[in-house]
């Protein structure tokens, strides 16, 4: 299926590995100009290499903490530069660390939520004036499905990330019908920060190995294995496609049947 995504302007946040560079890939592959956007030079300077050979679209690299709002500021305004305009904006985040509500702290909450809610905000209201002058405006943001269900050990990303999903179902009522939005909330998909959960998972003895542990966690899901990037990046690329020009509002699990609810 032809997405109609070429010569359109996107922005994804966090998006030099995991999740945020899948979703960047699969809109480059799709023809679209992109932007990303990390905090590690090396890693940074790889997925704007990669991405270079997956499309025919420009692809803009540049490091961004996204806890700090002037950061993003010029994040927005230097890909609005580049590409003479904005059409699809993604969010992403890297997640906040596993830990348990007693062994979590008053500075570990207000992190998350600068990180995980306050990257969102502020982004949106950067961007938002841009995709109102686009066609095809969208805005698609990554949460996870602890939202839904939560996961043992990882307090901070069950309750911090359904500010996210209330966020979206708002703005999709108050910026329709110029602009949509929807968010994603992906499941165990192999990537880094699966790697690290699961070598968390290790030192607290709730697996043996690492080995033990992907097999424990594939084991969960009717599907019997883990996502791949490109299955999830796939998804973002058609929500924020006219292929899905009547999704707006949604949250879309990508977990493999994962959920129960």
């Known amino acids: ?20 560079l899948a979703s960047a890939h699969a809109l480059a592959s799709e023809g679209a100009h992109v932007a990303i956007c990390g ?32 950061g993003i500021s010029r994040l927005v305004r230097r890909t609005v ?7 699809h904006l993604v ?19 207000y992190q998350a939520y600068d990180l995980l809610v306050m990257s969102v905000v502020w982004t949106v209201e950067e961007a938002h004036a841009q995709l109102l002058e686009s066609d095809v405006g969208s805005i698609t943001c990554i949460t996870s ?57 290790v030192e607290r003895g709730t697996y043996a190995d690492y080995d033990e542990g992907i097999t424990e966690l594939a084991a969960e899901i009717p599907l019997e294995r883990l996502g791949e990037p490109a299955e ?8 924020a496609s006219p292929r899905a020009s009547f999704v707006n509002g949604v949250s879309v699990p990508i977990d493999g049947g994962l959920l129960r609810s």
């Not at 909330?185 to 920060?193: A, L, S």
């Open 1 to 20: 299926m032809d997405l109609d995504l070429d010569d359109n302007a996107a922005l994804v946040t966090a998006s030099s590995s995991g999740l945020g």
């Open 91 to 109: 969010t992403s985040a890297g997640g906040p660390p596993s830990t348990t509500f007693l062994g979590t702290d008053e500075q570990d909450w």
């Open 232 to 239: 999830f990046g796939d998804v973002v690329a058609f929500l």
């Open 145 to 201: 499905t602890t939202v839904r269900e939560v996961t043992d050990g990882l307090v901070l990303s069950n309750s911090v990330r359904r500010a996210v999903v209330g966020l979206v179902k708002t703005i999709s009522r108050e910026f329709g019908p110029e602009i949509r939005a929807n968010a994603v909330m992906p499941g165990t998909i192999e990537t880094p920060r699966i790697e690290a959960l699961v070598e968390a998972g």
């Open 39 to 70: 905090r590690d030079a090396d890693r940074l300077a790889a997925a704007r290499d990669d991405l270079a050979n997956a499309g025919s679209g420009q692809v803009l690299a540049l490091e961004c903490d996204l806890t700090d709002p002037n």
């Open 81 to 87: 530069d580049e590409f003479g305009g904005l059409d």
